[in-house]
């Protein structure tokens, strides 16, 4: 246990976190695209004509980060935006061709560093890896944690 005690899991994120950044942006360029935008993608990708107050919600952002996001995309030709007959206030958020075009190319970029960083671990070390991430991310969803818990 006195390992544990001198390391910190957030270090090992953090780091992960800035090297998958650093890597897609890098991949990414030739397309137009920041780590930023990349997850908006991914997400049109599994469900097309979402509205933007949704994709902020699934993304788990504010709404800022994803109007943002989204300008980025629709500058660079990913995405078109619809608004609501009814609700001007209320648009739809909808691939473009160019994105579908692109979609597995862009895709395999992201798989392709996954592969990479568990290429190393078993069949059983990786289940085991997605069991504790969920379970952290469960943990991680707390409302109520405050520093008075030190």
């Known amino acids: 246990m006195q390992k544990f005690q001198t390391e910190s899991i957030s270090r ?41 107050e949704e994709l902020t919600d699934k993304i788990g952002v504010d709404k800022a980060t994803t109007t943002r996001a989204l300008k980025k995309l629709d500058d660079c030709g990913y995405i078109t935006k619809v608004c609501d007959s009814k609700d001007k206030r209320k648009q739809y958020i909808y691939l473009t061709d160019y994105a579908k075009s692109n979609k597995d190319k862009i895709l395999q970029i992201a798989r392709d560093w996954e592969s990479h960083l568990v290429e190393e671990l078993s069949e059983e070390e990786l289940e085991q890896l997605y069991v504790l991430l969920r379970k952290m991310t469960q943990n991680s969803l707390v409302q109520d944690f405050t520093q008075e818990t030190f």
């Open 12 to 52: 090992y994120i953090n780091y992960l976190h800035r090297q998958g950044v650093s890597t897609l942006c890098n991949s990414y360029k030739h397309y137009n695209l920041g780590a930023g935008q990349y997850q908006f993608l991914v997400y049109l990708f599994v469900k097309d004509g979402i509205t933007h």
